[in-house]
């Protein structure tokens, strides 16, 4: 019964690969956000998807697009990984008001 | 610009103690307001939110938090700690009303050692 769920929760990689992460939610919300937790635990907003529709793209390297193929579903890849991609990401969700966000476990991702 | 700051970054505090952690925001409008609890390895948990009305909200696990609009302050408050509630503590704000999509802006963190 997870709300919110990212595959995977570890990722560890070389410099200059390309790398997804995915987000299930299946609270029946239709907005679903992307942050970055960096390493001193600064959280940031990246991007956020209504209804499949981008409505928050934050400055992010165009390295990181994220894909929404349903309201369920929104998932994040990265290409040509950096050392400084190294943080938590976490996605959340929201209904329709976007008053509460629930967030998943985090990906923590490693870059070598 | 929307901004949160958390002026103590880290508060250490004994079991059964009281707790106040602070938080200042920078908002023009009406904002919505949250206190997130995040675990060591765990993700975020909403402790409590303020949207309008009762300037004092009643959140989970015996935690309350006051909205103070003329000192721009949320600050969280628990009367006695549990040896549980070590964790890091963020507030965040986010756009209310019609202007919401929902971002929200985090403040640094504080991070809460309880002593046994």
């Known amino acids: 019964d997870t709300a919110v769920s990212q595959t995977p929760k570890y990722l560890v990689t070389q410099m200059g690969n390309d790398k997804s992460i995915k987000c299930e939610q299946n609270?029946?919300?239709?907005?679903m956000y992307w942050y970055k937790q960096d390493s001193k635990k600064f959280l940031k907003i990246m991007f956020s998807?209504?209804?499949?529709?981008?409505?928050i793209n934050e400055t992010v390297p165009n390295r990181f697009s994220p894909k929404s193929p349903d309201k369920a579903h929104l998932n994040l890849h990265i290409n040509s990984l950096e050392l400084g991609d190294s943080a938590v990401y976490f996605c959340?969700?929201?209904?329709?008001?976007?008053?509460?966000?629930?967030f998943g476990p985090g990906t923590r991702l490693l870059v070598l | 610009a929307q901004s949160v700051t958390q002026p103590d970054i880290h508060i250490t505090v004994s079991e059964g103690a009281s707790l106040e952690l602070r938080c200042n925001y920078s908002?023009?409008?009406?904002?919505?307001l949250f206190w997130y609890v995040q675990s060591p390895g765990q993700g975020l948990q909403l402790l409590l939110k303020?949207?309008?009305?009762?300037?004092l909200v009643q959140g989970i696990k015996g935690f309350e938090a006051e909205f103070k609009r003329s000192q721009s302050s949320f600050n969280l408050r628990k009367p006695s700690v549990h040896w549980s509630d070590a964790a890091e503590y963020f507030c965040?704000?986010?756009?209310?009303?019609?202007?919401?999509?929902?971002?929200?802006?985090f403040g640094q963190g504080t991070t809460l050692q309880v002593k046994p």
């Open positions: 959340a969700s929201t209904s329709r008001g976007r008053e509460t966000q629930y």
């Open positions: 609270l029946g919300h239709d907005t």
């Open positions: 998807y209504n209804n499949k529709e981008l409505i």
């Open positions: 908002y023009g409008a009406t904002p919505y």
């Open positions: 303020y949207f309008s009305g009762d300037t």
């Open positions: 965040a704000v986010a756009a209310g009303g019609s202007g919401n999509t929902g971002k929200l802006i």
